[in-house]
T-cell receptor, first 110, second 113 residues
Framework: AQRVTQPEKLLSVFKGAPVELKCNYS??????LFWYVQYSRQRLQLLLR??SRESIKGFTADLNKGETSFHLKKPFAQEEDSAMYYC????????????FGSGTRLLVRP | DSGVTQTPKHLITATGQRVTLRCSPRSGDLSVYWYQQSLDQGLQFLIQ???????AKGNILERFSAQQFPDLHSELNLSSLELGDSALYFC????????????FGPGTRLTVT
């Protein structure tokens, strides 16, 4: 079965501390994974995708097929990073159906 | 602004009733996706339409239906509403039928009393 698990509902860190938002997936095919973010009073938006191997707003995520993980990391958290983060798995059948994890709320304290 | 619009923003209705949620995709996007976000279930994919045709189905109840019109806007119809249908309903759009990058609307908050 296709599933995305984000084990932490809430992650609270202090400004300047490293952040790691965990994501594990279950999928028999070749996975495509994404991180979406929802800032307060804003829409859900794409943060980054594993294919591009890019760093957005200081965040990176590496796909680890052996551990079936796609954790989101940032070395030094900023207060403006406080948001809801969703890990998503793209299931390619007739469409790019996105299966979302339950989300992790990141709270960066001053 | 991603360009996806949804109406209404809020909807309060009673059990057993029927409501229609509307979504207009970004200009040029042919695909529309519907998601339900509830406290206990997270963000769940309901259904996708591409250029007027149903493309993919997720965890959509039989009481729910959707369609996409020739002008590409989409409507999600929810009938025989139950308390458990209270949720945020998001619409997203993308350019093609298999686009990983989806642009989300602000959502419609449905409250069933």
């Amino acid at each position: 079965a296709q599933r995305v698990t984000q084990p932490e509902k809430l992650l609270s860190v202090f400004k300047g501390a490293p952040v790691e938002l965990k994501c594990n997936y279950s999928y028999s095919g070749s996975p495509e994974l994404f991180w979406y973010v929802q800032y307060s009073r804003q829409r859900l938006q794409l943060l980054l995708r594993h294919i591009s191997r890019e760093s957005i707003k200081g965040f990176t995520a590496d796909l680890n097929k052996g551990e079936t993980s796609f954790h989101l990391k940032k070395p030094f958290a900023q207060e403006e990073d406080s948001a809801m983060y969703y890990c998503a798995l793209s299931v390619m059948d007739s469409s790019y159906k996105l299966i979302f994890g339950s989300g992790t709320r990141l709270l960066v304290r001053p | 602004d991603s360009g996806v619009t949804q109406t209404p923003k809020h909807l309060i209705t009673a059990t057993g009733q029927r409501v229609t949620l509307r979504c207009s995709p970004r200009s040029g996007d042919l695909s529309v996706y519907w998601y339900q976000q509830s406290l206990d279930q997270g963000l769940q994919f309901l259904i996708q339409y591409y250029n007027g045709e149903e493309r993919a189905k997720g965890n959509i109840l039989e009481r729910f239906s959707a369609q996409q019109f020739p002008d590409l806007h989409s409507e999600l119809n929810l009938s025989s509403l139950e308390l458990g249908d209270s949720a945020l309903y998001f619409c997203a759009s993308s350019v093609g039928p298999t686009s990983y990058e989806q642009y989300f609307g602000p959502g419609t908050r449905l409250t069933v009393t």
